[in-house]
């Protein structure tokens, strides 16, 4: 009986997950533009946060209807349902490695992990908004012709919270592949080393 309430905390985990991701990335992405980003030469930072918002929109709604289908004993919607739900988590996991390369392609010392920059360092530069000679595009510049507005008033903190997540992930991607080389190697060296005797 353990073990079985042990497996059910394991598998409600997921849409858990998924939902923090929604809410985080959903944040960045509602509170963020674009045209800021062009400014701040970070424009991988608003694709990813796109890709990342409606992938674990994706995957929370996908979990969350399997779990449904399960409670509800649809056996055949809800295998459907959760290897829709799994293509699409590795679909994000892909998106997201192309996503981070770009990104790491583009200001690496920020990015990697065993760079001092990374830790002490804020990736986005926000100087350039405050620029008078940098004015923000409206949508009807005839209505809007007296009132001149800049990007100096742009909130700084969803850029900074994109920077945090951005190094959360590319910090995990680099622990995963030290950890799994580490592992390659050891287990490789323990084979070779089994082979010789």
Known sequence: ???STKNDDKKS??????????ILWGVVLANTSSEVYDLLDKQWYYKLAINNTIG???IFTGAMLTMCSVFGECELISKCLGGITILAAVGLVIANMVYIGLIMDADIDHT???????WSDGAMNFTRLSDPNVIMPTPHPIINATSITTYADTPH???VLSDVLV?????SLMVVLFVG???GVVLGGGF??????
């Open 1 to 3: 009986m353990y073990s």
């Open 13 to 22: 985990n997921g849409p858990c997950e998924a939902l923090i991701g929604l």
């Open 56 to 58: 674990f929109g994706i």
């Open 112 to 118: 990697f992990i065993g760079y001092k920059d990374f």
């Open 157 to 159: 903190w969803p850029y």
């Open 167 to 171: 190094r959360i992930c590319t910090g």
């Open 181 to 183: 080389a580490f592992s």
């Open 192 to 197: 070779l080393c089994s082979k010789c005797k």
